[in-house]
């Protein structure tokens, strides 16, 4: 057994596997710039450091369920000019989350508030903060299953691992009783414990269209928005822009016809 080849079982060894494969361009970048011993080591460890640190990275991608990858850098606020974009970026940070605050992204359908939700998620795993992307419909379709199975107690203890949870389309349709309670209960697992960034279509004083009485829906919000930062996101469509802007047409003008 060679050297390099000795050196490769005492890292295996050691569990420092991701920097195996950099051995030799580290072996070279050394002898090319004569480093000293201790700058070898140094090297070796912060190279499986930064491996170590990209491979929980994309775990914690992965693990959140994220439909599709947004970022903050793809969205265009230039056409949301009534949007706090120093306040937005701000959430990247993460420090609503070590405070477990919420952030609640309400307005009209189509203007970008699964786009800023999910960018915002995303930029959580990257300071590898846990995160979980669900939807209000998928969230009580979990919840109904684990109820149903006599395992509701066991998938809160579960769920209260995500640092940040996303609640997308809340407010597309209404709950029956067992829903309303389920969601109410996993609201108030969630309070002062983990952070809530939840997008909705409706107005809070039209959430008791959502949920089956006005007593849940007071206990529901009173739990979301006691630390929380609401942002609201209306006007134009993203969606129903670029559609006009696909077929050459403006808002309000009649196609011509040929």
Same mark, same amino acid.
């Given at each position: 057994?060679?050297?390099?080849?000795?050196?490769?079982?005492?890292?295996?060894?050691?569990?420092?596997?991701?920097?195996?494969?950099?051995?030799?361009?580290?072996?070279?970048?050394?002898?090319?710039?004569?480093?000293?011993?201790?700058?070898?080591?140094?090297?070796?460890?912060?190279?499986?450091?930064?491996?170590?640190?990209?491979?929980?990275?994309?775990?914690?991608?992965?693990?959140?369920?994220?439909?599709?990858?947004?970022?903050?850098?793809?969205?265009?606020?230039?056409?949301?000019?009534?949007?706090?974009?120093?306040?937005?970026?701000?959430?990247?940070?993460?420090?609503?989350?070590?405070?477990?605050?919420?952030?609640?992204?309400?307005?009209?359908?189509?203007?970008?508030?699964?786009?800023?939700?999910?960018?915002?998620?995303?930029?959580?795993?990257?300071?590898?903060?846990?995160?979980?992307?669900?939807?209000?419909?998928?969230?009580?379709?979990?919840?109904?299953?684990?109820?149903?199975?006599?395992?509701?107690?066991?998938?809160?203890?579960?769920?209260?691992?995500?640092?940040?949870?996303?609640?997308?389309?809340?407010?597309?349709?209404?709950?029956?009783?067992?829903?309303?309670?389920?969601?109410?209960?996993? @609201?108030?697992? !969630?309070?002062?414990?983990?952070?809530? *960034? $939840?997008?909705? #279509?409706?107005?809070?004083?039209?959430?008791? =269209?959502?949920?089956?009485?006005?007593?849940?829906?007071?206990? @529901?919000?009173? !739990?979301?928005?006691?630390?929380?930062? *609401? $942002?609201?996101? #209306?006007?134009?469509?993203?969606?129903?822009? =670029?559609?006009?802007?696909?077929?050459?047409?403006?808002?309000?003008?009649?196609?011509?016809?040929?």
């Amino acid at each position: 057994m060679n050297k390099m080849d000795e050196l490769t079982t005492h890292l295996k060894t050691l569990r420092l596997c991701s920097v195996v494969p950099h051995l030799e361009q580290i072996f070279r970048t050394v002898e090319s710039q004569k480093f000293e011993p201790i700058d070898i080591l140094n090297q070796i460890l912060e190279t499986e450091i930064q491996n170590r640190t990209t491979n929980r990275i994309q775990r914690r991608i992965k693990q959140a369920g994220f439909p599709i990858i947004k970022t903050l850098a793809d969205f265009d606020f230039s056409k949301r000019k009534d949007l706090n974009k120093h306040q937005v970026l701000s959430f990247s940070k993460g420090t609503f989350v070590e405070n477990k605050e919420n952030i609640i992204l309400a307005g009209n359908p189509g203007t970008g508030k699964t786009h800023l939700a999910s960018a915002i998620a995303y930029e959580l795993c990257h300071q590898d903060k846990s995160v979980w992307f669900t939807t209000g419909a998928h969230l009580i379709n979990r919840l109904s299953q684990a109820k149903d199975e006599h395992q509701l107690t066991k998938w809160f203890t579960h769920a209260r691992k995500w640092d940040a949870v996303v609640i997308d389309e809340v407010g597309y349709f209404p709950y029956d009783k067992q829903d309303s309670e389920l969601f109410f209960q996993y @609201i108030a697992e !969630r309070y002062e414990r983990g952070s809530l *960034i $939840i997008t909705t #279509n409706l107005p809070f004083d039209k959430w008791n =269209e959502i949920f089956h009485t006005d007593r849940l829906t007071t206990a @529901i919000l009173d !739990r979301i928005v006691h630390h929380c930062h *609401i $942002i609201e996101m #209306n006007g134009e469509s993203f969606r129903f822009a =670029e559609a006009l802007q696909k077929k050459g047409g403006k808002k309000g003008e009649p196609k011509s016809e040929k």
